[in-house]
C-alpha cells in the first residue's frame, strides 16, 4: 500500500487554503478602472467596482506571474507569490537589462490581464480574482495577517 497521496498539513495552511477557496463577490472582483504604467515604469493599479483600490509594482507582479511554470518554480523553491529569487553570489557585475519590466500589455477577455516581459516571458494570465486575491494594500495584508497569521 502506497501513502505517496497522504499529505499532512498545518493548521495555518488549512486556514490559507479555506480563504483562498471562499469565492469573492462579482462586484470585488470587477474592475472599473485599470491602469497600466508602461511609461513611468510603475506597474499596474485598478480601481474595483466595490471602490477598494490594488496597486502592484511591475517587479512584485513578474515574480508572482500565475502560470504553471512560475508557478512550479516558486512552489519548489519554498517562495510565496510576489517574493524574489534569491540573487545569486556573483564575481563581477555584469549588465542584465530589466527583466521587471514589461514591453506590453493587454487584456484578456473580460477576466483577465496579460503581460509581455521584457526577458521574454508572456505565459502569465493574471485573472481579476487572482489579482483582488493578491491585494498588496494594508488593509488587504493586515486581514491576510489577522486571518492566517502569515502576511500576504
Known sequence: MSH???????????ARQEAENQPLS??????EKVRVLLSEGKGLEIDWADGHRSAWSF?????????A????????????????RPKPVELLPIYAPPANKPGSAQAV?????????????SGGIYSWDYLRRQC?????????????????
Open 4 to 14: 505517496e497521496g497522504i499529505r499532512f498539513s498545518s493548521q495555518e495552511e488549512k
Open 26 to 31: 462579482r462586484i470585488a472582483i470587477t474592475p
Open 59 to 67: 517587479a512584485w507582479l513578474r515574480e508572482a506571474c500565475p502560470c
Open 69 to 84: 511554470t512560475c508557478v512550479g518554480e516558486r512552489k519548489a523553491e519554498g517562495r510565496k507569490a510576489g517574493e524574489a
Open 109 to 121: 477577455g473580460r477576466y483577465a490581464i496579460q503581460f509581455n516581459w521584457l526577458d521574454g516571458h
Open 136 to 152: 498588496q494594500c494594508r488593509e488587504c495584508t493586515f486581514a491576510a495577517e489577522a486571518a492566517t497569521g502569515q502576511p500576504n
